[in-house]
């Protein structure tokens, strides 16, 4: 998937939440999944793909997440239920 995306990764059920944004969502949660890069995701064990959405341009995609970021924690939760209900991890469903 070489498109524009903004997704959120997870601890678990109801867990840390980590929004991002990249132009290769394949490689980018393969990096969040195998710990490669350090920092906050890798501090808290973020690794499970909830939820994602794809974009026609960049400058879209990062404009979601900026938005994202600044919505509370229930409204997150709630866009990630209306499509991922059991928080299941998407990555089988994006390779």
């Given at each position: 998937m ?19 944004v ?28 909830v ?15 900026k ?21 299941r ?7």
């Amino acid at each position: 998937m070489r498109l524009p995306a903004v997704y959120m990764m997870a601890s678990g059920i109801q867990g840390t939440l980590y929004i991002g944004v990249t132009s290769n969502l394949v490689q980018r949660v393969w990096q969040h999944r195998e710990g490669v890069a350090d920092g906050f995701t890798e501090r808290f064990g973020v690794k499970r793909l909830v939820w994602y959405e794809m974009h026609e341009t960049m400058q879209a995609a990062i404009a979601r997440e900026k938005s994202l970021k600044k919505w509370n924690r229930a409204w997150k939760v709630r866009l990630i239920e209306e499509r991922n209900l059991a928080w299941r991890d998407l990555w089988e469903e994006i390779c």
